[in-house]
């Protein structure tokens, strides 16, 4: 098979209020904060664009006109942006399927089950996104329907949220890790799902766990969850002095 004709999809999630980070989010959407001179968005873009991700969609809802405007159709970074507009935000499992006709991609006039790869907008971390082609590739052949990246658990987050073992998500175990908001998910995942209808993502991702249907693995890597302005000014300052 000739990989280098492929391109598989990402999608950014940026619809979220940014509640915690008020009130620098009052008049700015929270993936447009900055660190190390570039927007939060922004680092992920290039990332994105550096792996071979051409073709990104990003979701919106608050002041999601800012992003658009910000970041235009992406060809100063050299990939295809899309737009997912949100009235009300969805959550996330609500934005992702709000987005899928922009995700999915078309064998003939058949939609294939084609997995995609989904990072939260609110993180900054050096994650190569490369390293999840193989993981995309063997999803689009194999029985599971998502695959988490997880972090070590964090200080504001000791308890962490599922537990891996051998390379899968388990609802009980001994190491217990938190979701880093990097995953990949087939359209098959989000069966049920409403469009237009405000839907997390946790309720999905647990029974998926419970039929064993989700593969996930462990990053050792800089990874940051960009949640309150105090973590931003820690983040940034690291960053600037590089």
């Known amino acids: 098979m000739n990989h280098k004709k492929e391109r598989f999809k990402a999608m950014i999630l940026a619809a979220g209020r940014g509640v915690r980070m008020r009130p620098m989010t009052d008049n700015l959407p929270k993936p447009l904060l900055c660190v190390g001179n570039q927007t ?14 051409l073709d990104i969609v990003i979701n919106h809802a608050y002041l999601g006109g800012m992003i658009e405007t910000a970041l235009g159709d992406g060809s100063r970074y050299g990939v295809n942006i899309c737009y997912s507009p949100e009235t009300i935000a969805l959550e996330t499992a609500g934005g992702i399927v709000n987005a899928l006709p922009l995700l999915e991609s078309k064998n003939g006039d058949e939609l294939a089950e084609q997995p995609f790869l989904v990072v939260n907008a609110d993180i900054y971390c050096e994650f190569k996104f490369a390293e999840l082609l193989p993981m995309l590739r063997q999803m689009r052949m194999g029985i599971d329907t998502a695959h988490l990246v997880m972090v070590s658990n964090q200080e504001h987050h000791p308890d962490g949220d599922f537990f891996l073992d051998s390379g899968r998500l388990l609802s009980a175990g001994k190491e217990r890790l938190t979701f880093s908001g990097i995953s990949i998910y087939k359209p098959s995942f989000f069966n049920g799902v409403k469009p237009g209808i405000v839907s997390k993502l946790a309720p999905k991702l647990c029974q998926a766990i419970a039929e064993g249907s989700v593969s996930g693995e462990h990053y050792k890597g800089v990874w940051v969850d960009v949640g309150t302005p105090e973590r931003l000014r820690r983040l940034d300052a690291q960053l600037r002095n590089k």
């Open 40 to 53: 939060l968005i922004e680092h992920h873009i290039e990332n994105l664009a550096r792996a071979g991700f």
